[in-house]
């Protein structure tokens, strides 16, 4: 069975790597397949990877390659996991939006979009790719904004499930705290892509979270960036993400004072490729943790296992909304639990969202739909809609001076914004 992992030369892959070694009886890998133009990241990526899964005994050849037909020709399944433009794009992202006093990040606000904007058509372009060498083949999406670029690809026609790493990563905080398997926690996780809440922790078929938030509200609260206060008055649990929104003034007022994530994880990923290069590493380093990503090996092993082994477990994932939040349309992408099959995945019965979120969803996610209309189409016209249209932007004037200004950024990557 062949894999292939487009963004290859990713300092994440050593991650997917250690998974794929780890769950070998899950998901039987014989040829992982890394594809990236870039030689300098992808060769000690590629070396990494194969002594890891030398280390482990495991017997899958990894092919490092810059095409991507070889490298996904034959594959049942392709990971993208790519940047359009790098850490030098995303610092922009990060930084311009703070001039106009808004949240700088990489997959929502002003950022958010201006990364949509460079990858959503790099996305498709290499899906049409895919879908030539491997028309069977699941693609799943990691690349963000996780939402957007997923409903670029469905619309497309392309078989394909967003995946991040949220809702595992809370599955297995909680179990940690509770003492018991991962396996036995389930969450009533919805919302958008970065935009969800955890309404119920289920173990063994009992919802034990107002428990936990009585009794660990202020370590989870610490975890996401907001007050205890907050979580036992909503007795819900928001993704870290939503901090961008319910503490949007004292987020900029940090951002404005302290280095961008993306300058610090540059100087992690200089560091992770030094490392990745020295032939006695065998296995993935400790500062691979602060990277991010954090279970994303057992988040794709265990859905890539279930499309390609009908399993029909049930996990988080994005996909086509179908009327499971009835507020929205049915061809928005959500992020909740799913059935998972191998005829794809299906969008299992949601509780009816509270107001306070659903309203908050459905503005998010008439932006993402914006957003998707101008990565397509283009022109500055497009882009200030979508910007007027975010919750963290929301203001003509700003809407108007963030457009000039990421445009401007982003010209290398925007081919119709050349001559605006």
């Not at 460079?118 to 028309?135: G, Y």
């Not at 006695?280 to 954090?294: I, S, W, Y």
Request: charged residues 20%; contains cysteine; aromatic residues 4%.
């Amino acid at each position: 069975m062949r894999l292939a992992v487009v963004g290859g030369g990713s300092t994440y892959t050593p991650e997917l790597i250690d998974g794929f070694a780890r769950l070998r009886d899950e998901l039987p890998v014989t040829e992982i397949a890394l594809v990236d133009p870039d030689g300098r990241r992808l060769e000690p990526v590629a070396a990494m990877a194969r002594r890891m899964l030398a280390h482990a005994g495991h017997p899958a050849r990894v092919l490092a390659t810059s095409s991507v037909e070889e490298g996904v020709a034959g594959a049942r399944a392709v990971l993208f996991q790519l940047r359009v433009g790098g850490q030098a794009a995303r610092e922009v992202d990060e930084t311009l939006p703070l001039r106009c006093g808004c949240v700088g990040q990489e997959t929502t606000g002003a950022g958010g979009l201006a990364k949509a904007l460079r990858t959503v058509p790099v996305v498709l372009e290499l899906a049409e790719r895919v879908r030539r060498e491997a028309p069977e083949a699941w693609i799943v999406d990691f690349t963000n904004p996780v939402g957007i670029v997923t409903r670029a690809l469905l619309d497309a026609g392309h078989r394909a499930i967003g995946l991040c790493n949220v809702a595992i990563g809370f599955q297995r905080r909680f179990a940690a705290v509770l003492g018991v398997e991962p396996s036995r926690v389930s969450l009533g996780h919805a919302g958008l892509n970065h935009l969800t809440w955890v309404r119920s922790v289920h173990v063994d078929g009992t919802d034990v979270l107002p428990d936990l938030i009585r009794e660990h509200g202020q370590k989870i609260a610490a975890d996401v960036g907001l007050p205890s206060a907050l979580l036992s008055r909503l007795g819900a649990v928001p993704s870290y993400y939503l901090r961008y929104f319910y503490a949007h003034d004292l987020v900029v007022a940090e951002q404005r004072t302290e280095p961008s994530r993306a300058a610090r994880v540059a100087a992690m990923e200089k560091q992770l490729l030094e490392t990745y290069a020295d032939p006695a590493v065998t296995a993935k380093p400790a500062l691979l943790e602060q990277r991010g990503g954090a279970f994303y090996s057992e988040a794709a092993v265990a859905l890539i296992a279930s499309l390609l082994g009908d399993r029909g477990d049930t996990q988080v994932v994005n996909v086509r909304n179908g009327g499971t939040l009835p507020f929205l349309p049915d061809d928005a992408v959500v992020e909740v639990p799913a059935r998972i099959t191998a005829s794809g995945a299906v969008p299992q019965p949601v509780p009816p969202l509270e107001p306070l979120y659903a309203g908050l969803v459905a503005h998010v996610s008439a932006y993402e739909t914006l957003a998707l209309r101008a990565a397509l189409e283009g022109g500055a016209d497009q882009v200030r809609d979508a910007l007027l249209a975010h919750p963290l932007v929301g203001q003509e004037h700003l809407a108007r001076e963030l457009t000039g200004l990421l445009l401007d950024a982003n010209r290398a990557h925007l081919p119709w914004a050349a001559g605006r």
